[in-house]
T-cell receptor, first 112, second 114 residues
């Protein structure tokens, strides 16, 4: 079953613009992670935010977490064509031995 | 090894045949996950191994699917009597300590049932 749902399903922006993706989840979590996937194969970890954190930065990435709303957002600033990929959030629910459950993903297209 | 290794990279099989997919996790990683990803879709959780605990098989879609893991090393995912609906990319991931850090993914096995 899907724990997270991402919004929007697809996003198309111009290079240099910012991209914002949202993730909602259902149960209490230990942490939330964001991953990137190119070409439908292996995923690469981007950033992890713990349930007691509200915001985290890594380079051009900014992640926020609102546990009261059970939602997170990923902001990519000054996007580049190379950022074109699918982005997934993943949560490890506190009541399930920390198994990682992924959302449905956002397909981002950055037009040069 | 340096990363999570999956084999084969691609597998084409006839409907009704059994297939076995292999995952070599990163050495020392106690947690191992299998996911299925259909074209253009998200990752569907299949099964989760954590150390010596009983595996969480809650995501396996039918009794045709099974998986084993030997200690904290290799895992195999077996699909019996394959159906066309089983066509997907099967992804394996491992992590050193669940709930503490990132999961590392293999490149997946693309299974095509014809």
């Amino acid at each position: 079953s899907q724990q997270g749902e991402e919004d929007p399903q697809a996003l198309s922006i111009q290079e240099g613009e910012n991209a914002t993706m949202n993730c909602s989840y259902k149960t209490s979590i230990n942490n939330l992670q964001w991953y990137r996937q190119n070409s439908g194969r292996g995923l690469v970890h981007l950033i992890l935010i713990r349930s007691n954190e509200r915001e985290k930065h890594s380079g051009r990435l900014r992640v926020t977490l609102d546990t009261s709303k059970k939602s997170s957002s990923l902001l990519i600033t000054a996007s580049r064509a190379a950022d074109t990929a699918s982005y997934f959030c993943a949560t490890d629910a506190m009541d399930s031995s920390y198994k990682l459950i992924f959302g449905s993903g956002t397909r981002l297209l950055v037009r040069p | 090894g340096a990363g999570v290794s999956q084999s084969p990279s691609n597998k084409v099989t006839e409907k009704g045949k059994d297939v076995e997919l292999r995952c070599d996790p990163i050495s020392g990683h106690t947690a191992l996950y299998w996911y299925r990803q259909r074209l253009g879709q998200g990752l569907e959780f299949l099964i989760y191994f954590q150390g010596n605990s009983a595996p969480d098989k809650s995501g396996l879609p039918s009794d045709r699917f099974s998986a084993e893991r030997t200690g904290e090393s290799v895992s195999t995912l077996t699909i019996q009597r394959t159906q066309q609906e089983d066509s997907a990319v099967y992804l394996c991931a491992s992590s050193i300590t669940p709930g503490q850090g990132e999961a590392f993914f293999g490149q997946g096995t693309r299974l095509t049932v014809v």
